[in-house]
């Protein structure tokens, strides 16, 4: 219901105005339906719907092909590296549906709705870029010209304001905020695809760092494309929590981050975490990293695929103790390669944890089940189904 009281607003009083510009009133919408959702169950509830909505927009276009939210015109071209006069700019890739994408009447059912998911995606980093109450404003300033010139008549030149369009939008927040969009729009919505990284670590005890690496081996893969720019990397230390901001600019980047916290032998320490709150945990499962998980992109801000390479144990620990509901989930999903004893546990106390979020404990009752059945030479009891 929320969605469509969004799209009387956006779809139906401001509409579109071309086919490439449908994203865009898709988009807010969903993105105003969200904040409604969020508000109103909580924002476990709105996390967790954004995490699925991302999964599935990555499915499609590494099954299908890149959405590219606005066809009507090509990126600006990849400017040519000034570190190397002999390299020159990449073309872009033309990405090839079996369906022509350029007009409503040819496109695939399930492409309009993957595109509807995605734009809200966009949109959101849009919030993330410019601030929610800035954005908040853009909006209204599109309504507040659209009412306007809806109670005038048909020759005051002024309807064209019940319209709106990827160009008008990038005017109306340059004009509200005095940023810039453009580029943002060749990168997300003129170009098709998503991110994918492959992350491992290694601790040096020696210099008491983290030696990150981050690949983009997948460039190549049908609906995956090379990402440039800022990604949040995020250290639950002994400490607290930690967070750095690495800059991509090649398919694999090297980055050794030094630790706050140092190597303890206590079996039980309590541990501060993001929240504020501190938990008791016992430690005795940890290796010499002060590092008790990570996590790349906590707040989803970017449109990517993650391979997190980490010991099970800090999965464990993750799904223990981290509060955000997509950090366990991804620790859930992880933890099915892990059937081990230690595996177990913290999936059953997952599953008893009345405190834990119902989704998250149905979840680790599903994955149970699977390393279970994996575990029947050790498991006391028949498999669960």
């Not at 299908?64 to 000034?82: E, R």
């Not at 049908?222 to 991509?248: A, C, S, W």
């Amino acid at each position: 219901m929320s969605r469509a009281i969004a799209e009387q607003f956006f779809g139906c009083f401001i509409t579109s105005h071309h086919w490439s510009d449908t994203w865009l009133a898709k988009g807010i919408a969903e993105y105003l339906c969200g904040l409604y959702s969020r508000k109103c169950f909580g924002n476990n509830e709105y996390r967790e719907w954004v995490q699925s909505e991302l999964a599935r927009v990555v499915r499609y276009e590494e099954q299908y092909g890149g959405i590219i939210l606005d066809c009507s015109q090509p990126p600006a071209p990849l400017p040519v590296s000034s570190t190397n006069p002999a390299s020159v700019a990449s073309k872009q890739t033309e990405i090839v549906h079996y369906f022509p994408i350029k007009s409503l009447h040819t496109v695939s059912p399930k492409y309009v709705e993957a595109m509807r998911r995605k734009a809200h995606l966009v949109i959101r980093m849009l919030e993330h870029r410019i601030g929610q109450e800035l954005l908040i404003q853009v909006f209204n300033k599109q309504l507040v010209l659209a009412t306007n010139a809806a109670v005038t008549k048909i020759g005051s030149g002024l309807w064209h304001h019940l319209l709106i369009s990827t160009n008008i939008f990038i005017k109306a927040i340059f004009t509200v905020t005095g940023k810039d969009m453009s580029v943002f729009m060749d990168q997300w919505v003129r170009t098709g695809g998503h991110a994918k990284f492959s992350f491992t670590s290694v601790f040096n005890r020696k210099r008491n760092t983290i030696e990150l690496e981050i690949r983009q081996d997948f460039v190549n893969q049908r609906g995956v494309r090379k990402y440039n720019g800022p990604l949040l990397v995020q250290l639950q230390e002994l400490d607290g929590t930690f967070k750095h901001m690495l800059q991509i600019e090649n398919t694999v980047v090297k980055a050794d981050i030094t630790c706050h916290s140092k190597s303890r032998r206590n079996k039980k320490k309590k541990i501060p975490l993001c929240t504020g709150e501190e938990v008791d945990m016992d430690l005795s499962a940890m290796d010499d990293s002060p590092v008790l998980w990570i996590r790349l992109d906590p707040e989803m801000i970017l449109i990517r695929d993650l391979n997190i390479e980490q010991p099970d144990f800090q999965w464990q620990y993750q799904l223990r103790h981290e509060r955000d509901v997509t950090a366990q989930f991804e620790a859930i999903k992880a933890l099915e390669k892990y059937p081990t004893n230690a595996t177990r546990s913290a999936l059953t106390d997952t599953i008893e944890n009345e405190r834990c979020f119902y989704k998250v404990r149905c979840e680790a009752a599903h994955c149970l089940t699977k390393v279970a059945n994996q575990m029947v030479t050790q498991w006391s009891g028949p498999p669960l189904c």
